[in-house]
C-alpha cells in the first residue's frame, strides 16, 4: 500500500515537473527575441512557431502550420528541394548567415538561420531560429566603408603616413612613404618600424617619441628629428603621433605621419646666407658710396669757407657761395639714400635699436626742421610750423623721432609743387601727443593708400618730377612710430593733398633742478692740436687735412695701415682721424696696434669709415676707437670732437 502511494507521487512530482518544465519552454519561446519555427523530423512539416516569428516577417500562424519549410516562399533560397531535409536529418545541424528574407510587406530583412534536431517528449524535431541581423548588418557595413574609407584616405595622403599597432609593427603604410623612404609593402607590413629599411629607422627620437605616446596616451605634434639614412642622406623630418583610440589606457593603434621638411630647411639656411649676403652687399655698397661723398663734401665745406672769409674781407662772389650750397645739399640727399639703403635689412630683421631718455618734442621737431629747411626753401614753400606753450615730453630716442619727422616732411616736400603749403602742427591730446604733417600735394592715389607704409611702395611719378627716394621712408616712419608703442594715420584724396598723423605716448615733464654755475667752455687751443689724418683715398686725406688745418690745428697725413704706426710714434698725435677700411692692414687692426703703445694711450683715436652699422660700430668700440663718425661726416662734429681733447702732448 505504502509502496502504491510512493509510486504515485513519483510519478505525479514528475509530471508536475514535466508540467513546469514545458509551460517554462513555453514562456521562453513565445517571448523569445528570436523567431523559432518547430519541425516534425518524420513529415518535415512545421508544427510551431513563435509570435515573433509572425511579427517579424508578417505572416500568421496558420500559414506556418503543416507546411514544409521549403514549401514557403520565404525560404526558397536555402533549398529548393526535399534535400535540405534529408541533409538536416543526417548532419542534425545547418546554419545560413546573412539570408535576405522580404516581410509580406515588402521590407528586406537580413536574418541568421540555424537549424538543430533535438529529442522533445521522446519525438525528434528540428527547432529553425532565425534571428534578424539587419541593423547588425547595416552596422558592419558601415564600418566596411569608414574601413575602406580611412584605408583610402591614407593611400592618397601626400605626407607618408604609417599605422602602428600596439607592438609598433606596422600595420599599413601608403604610397607616399614607400616611395619617399624606398620600401616596399612587403618589406613594411608586419614588421617593427625600427627594423624598417634594414634598421635604418632605429632612430633613438623616434623610440622616444613613440614611447611618449604609448606609455602617456599622448599626441605629439611636429615632433623635429634629424637623421642621417645610408641609402637617403640627412633628412629632416616632423613627426606627429597619436594614439588611437585617444581615450584608451592601453592604444590599439599609433598613427604617424612623417613630413620630409629637408628641402623647407634648406631653402631657409639658402635665404639666411642670401640675407646675410644681401646685408653685406647694402654695406658694402654703402662704404663705396660714402668714399667718394666725403672729399666731396670735405671740398664744399673748404668752398663756403673761403667764400666767408673773402666776404668778409670785401669780397663778394655769390656764384662761389651758391655752388657751395648745392654741392652740400646734394650730398646730403645722397647721404639720406645711402642711411635708407641700410635701413632695409633693418626693418625686414627688426634690427633697429632705441637709445630711450626722457626728451622734449619741441626739440626733435627744431632740428627735423632744420634738416629739412633747404629742400623747403628750394621748392619755394610756406611752412608752418605750430608748437603747443608748454613742453611734451616723451620717452623716446630723440635721433629716430627726428628721422619720423625729417622722413615725413621731405616726403610732403617732394610731393607738392612749387610754391605748395606744408603745416607741421603739435599738440597734447589726452595722455598722448599729436603729430600732423599737412600738405597741398598731389595726394595719394585710392589704390595705393592701404599699402602706403609697406616697404618700396611710391606714388606714381611724372617725368617732369623726380622726388627722389627708394620707398623706404614711410615704412621706417610705421616701424620707429611702433617702436615708440605709438601709432601713424594717413588720409589723402588725389590732387588735394595728404595728413599724416603720429600719436606718441607723453611721460610726465622731469623734476626742476637748480640751475647750476656756469662752467666756461673749454675752447680748442688751435696750433697746438696735433691731428693725424690717415686714408686710402687721397682726395679725402687731402680735403679733411684742408679742413683741419682750417681750423687752426697741425696735420700729418698717412694712406695706409703699414705706416701709420709709424707716423704715429713719430708724431705723437693728440688725435688720429683714422679709416678703417685701409689696404693691407685695417682701421681695426692699427688701432688695437696703437692702443698697444704706452707713448700712445692718450690718443683720441676717431674712426672715419663708409661702415655705419651697429656690428661696425661695435668692432670699433673693441678695437680701442672713442668715436665712430659715418661718412660722408658732418665736420662740426670732428670739431666738436677736436674742442674736447687736451692741448698738450701725449706722454
Request: aromatic share 6%; proline share 5%; charged share 25%.
Given at each position: ?7 504515485h ?5 514528475a509530471?508536475?515537473?514535466t ?6 519552454y ?30 517579424l516577417?508578417g ?11 521549403w ?6 533560397d ?13 548532419k ?10 522580404e ?30 541581423i539587419?541593423d547588425?548588418?547595416?552596422t558592419?557595413?558601415?564600418l566596411?566603408?569608414a ?6 584616405l591614407?593611400?592618397?595622403?601626400r605626407?607618408?603616413?604609417?599605422v602602428l599597432d ?5 600595420k599599413t603604410?601608403?604610397r607616399?612613404f614607400?616611395d619617399?623612404?624606398?620600401?616596399t609593402?612587403?618589406e ?7 627594423e ?5 629607422w632605429?632612430i ?10 604609448i606609455?602617456r596616451n ?10 642621417s639614412?645610408p641609402s637617403l ?9 597619436r594614439p ?18 629637408s ?5 631657409a639656411d639658402?635665404?639666411?646666407e642670401l ?9 658694402m ?11 666731396i663734401l670735405?671740398a ?5 669757407l ?9 669780397v663778394?662772389?655769390?656764384v ?6 648745392i654741392?652740400?645739399?646734394q650730398?646730403?640727399q645722397?647721404?639720406?639714400i ?15 635699436h ?6 622734449a618734442?619741441?626739440g626733435v621737431v627744431d632740428?627735423?626742421v ?10 619755394k614753400?610756406e ?8 613742453a ?5 630716442d ?6 619720423v ?12 609743387v ?14 598722448e ?6 600738405d ?13 607704409f609697406d ?18 621712408g ?10 615708440h608703442?605709438?601709432t601713424v594715420?594717413?588720409?589723402?584724396f588725389?590732387g588735394?593733398?595728404?595728413?599724416f ?6 611721460v610726465?615733464p ?10 666756461e ?22 680735403t679733411?687735412?684742408?679742413?683741419v688745418?682750417?681750423s687752426?690745428?697741425e696735420?700729418?697725413?698717412a694712406?695706409?695701415?703699414?705706416g701709420v704706426?709709424?707716423?704715429?710714434l713719430?708724431?705723437r698725435?693728440n688725435v ?5 677700411g685701409l689696404p693691407?692692414l ?6 688695437k696696434r ?7 694711450n692718450?690718443a ?12 661696425d ?14 661718412k660722408p ?9 677736436l ?9
Amino acid at each position: 500500500m505504502d509502496g502504491n502511494v510512493d509510486d504515485h507521487s513519483d510519478r505525479r512530482r514528475a509530471e508536475d515537473a514535466t508540467k513546469y518544465s514545458e509551460a517554462r519552454y513555453r514562456r521562453l519561446f513565445e517571448k523569445a527575441k528570436d523567431g523559432i519555427l518547430i519541425l516534425d523530423t518524420d513529415t518535415g512539416k512545421i508544427i510551431d512557431a513563435n509570435p515573433f516569428m509572425t511579427t517579424l516577417l508578417g505572416y500568421s500562424l496558420d500559414e506556418f502550420l503543416g507546411k514544409e519549410l521549403w514549401q514557403i516562399g520565404l525560404f526558397r533560397d536555402i533549398r529548393e528541394s526535399q534535400a535540405a531535409y534529408r541533409e538536416l536529418q543526417e548532419k542534425g545541424y545547418v546554419r545560413y548567415e546573412n539570408l535576405p528574407l522580404e516581410s509580406r510587406s515588402g521590407q528586406k530583412v537580413e536574418v541568421e538561420f540555424v537549424s538543430n534536431v533535438y529529442a522533445e517528449n521522446h519525438h525528434h524535431v528540428i527547432q529553425c531560429n532565425i534571428r534578424d541581423i539587419t541593423d547588425r548588418r547595416k552596422t558592419e557595413r558601415a564600418l566596411e566603408k569608414a574601413l575602406a574609407f580611412s584605408d583610402d584616405l591614407i593611400a592618397t595622403l601626400r605626407e607618408p603616413f604609417v599605422v602602428l599597432d600596439g607592438e609598433l609593427r606596422v600595420k599599413t603604410a601608403n604610397r607616399s612613404f614607400y616611395d619617399a623612404f624606398r620600401v616596399t609593402k612587403a618589406e613594411t607590413e608586419n614588421c617593427l618600424v625600427y627594423e624598417l629599411g634594414n634598421g635604418q629607422w632605429d632612430i633613438p627620437a623616434l623610440r622616444k617619441l613613440l614611447d611618449e605616446v604609448i606609455s602617456r596616451n599622448q599626441t605629439v605634434h611636429d615632433f623635429e628629428v634629424e637623421h642621417s639614412f645610408p641609402s637617403l642622406g640627412r633628412k629632416s623630418m616632423l613627426l606627429n603621433a597619436r594614439p588611437f583610440p585617444p581615450d584608451s589606457k592601453h592604444p590599439e593603434l599609433i598613427l604617424l605621419a612623417v613630413e620630409d621638411v629637408s628641402a623647407v630647411r634648406e631653402r631657409a639656411d639658402e635665404l639666411a646666407e642670401l640675407d646675410r649676403r644681401k646685408d653685406e652687399f647694402l654695406a658694402m655698397l654703402s662704404h663705396e658710396l660714402r668714399n667718394p661723398l666725403t672729399p666731396i663734401l670735405n671740398a664744399a665745406v673748404l668752398l663756403r669757407l673761403h667764400s666767408n672769409r673773402n666776404r668778409l674781407n670785401g669780397v663778394e662772389n655769390p656764384v662761389l657761395q651758391q655752388s657751395a650750397s648745392i654741392i652740400e645739399r646734394q650730398v646730403g640727399q645722397l647721404r639720406r639714400i645711402v642711411d635708407e639703403l641700410l635701413e632695409v635689412s633693418r626693418i625686414s630683421t627688426g634690427r633697429i635699436h632705441l637709445h630711450k631718455e626722457r626728451m622734449a618734442l619741441s626739440g626733435v621737431v627744431d632740428d627735423a626742421v632744420a634738416t629739412v629747411r633747404s629742400l623747403i626753401d628750394q621748392r619755394k614753400h610756406e611752412l608752418t610750423v605750430s608748437l603747443p606753450a608748454q613742453a611734451i615730453w616723451l620717452y623716446a630716442d630723440a635721433a629716430r623721432l627726428e628721422q619720423v619727422v625729417v622722413n615725413l616732411l621731405t616726403n610732403a616736400a617732394k610731393y607738392t609743387v612749387d610754391g605748395g603749403r606744408v603745416w607741421l602742427t603739435v599738440h597734447p591730446e589726452g595722455d598722448e601727443a599729436v603729430l600732423r604733417v599737412r600738405d597741398t600735394g598731389v595726394g595719394i592715389a585710392p589704390a595705393i593708400l592701404p599699402r602706403i607704409f609697406d616697404l618700396f611702395t611710391q606714388g606714381e611719378r611724372s617725368l617732369d618730377r623726380a622726388q627722389g627716394g627708394l620707398g623706404i621712408g614711410l615704412a621706417l616712419v610705421k616701424r620707429l612710430v611702433e617702436m615708440h608703442a605709438g601709432t601713424v594715420a594717413v588720409s589723402s584724396f588725389l590732387g588735394q593733398g595728404s595728413e599724416f598723423v603720429v600719436r606718441l605716448p607723453v611721460v610726465p615733464p622731469p623734476d626742476p633742478r637748480p640751475p647750476s654755475p656756469e662752467t666756461e667752455q673749454a675752447q680748442p687751443a688751435g696750433p697746438s692740436l696735433r691731428v693725424l689724418v690717415v686714408d686710402d683715398n687721397v682726395d679725402t686725406v687731402t680735403t679733411l687735412a684742408m679742413l683741419v688745418q682750417e681750423s687752426g690745428h697741425e696735420v700729418r697725413t698717412a694712406y695706409d695701415g703699414a705706416g701709420v704706426l709709424e707716423a704715429a710714434l713719430d708724431y705723437r698725435p693728440n688725435v688720429v682721424l683714422l679709416d678703417i677700411g685701409l689696404p693691407g692692414l685695417n682701421g681695426f687692426e692699427v688701432a688695437k696696434r696703437i692702443r698697444q703703445q704706452p707713448a700712445l694711450n692718450n690718443a683720441v683715436l676717431v674712426a672715419m669709415t663708409g661702415y655705419g652699422r651697429e656690428t661696425d660700430r661695435q668692432r670699433s668700440q673693441e678695437a680701442g676707437f672713442d668715436h665712430h663718425l659715418v661718412k660722408p661726416g658732418d665736420f662740426g662734429k670732428v670739431l666738436e670732437i677736436l674742442a674736447t681733447v687736451p692741448a698738450s702732448p701725449p706722454a
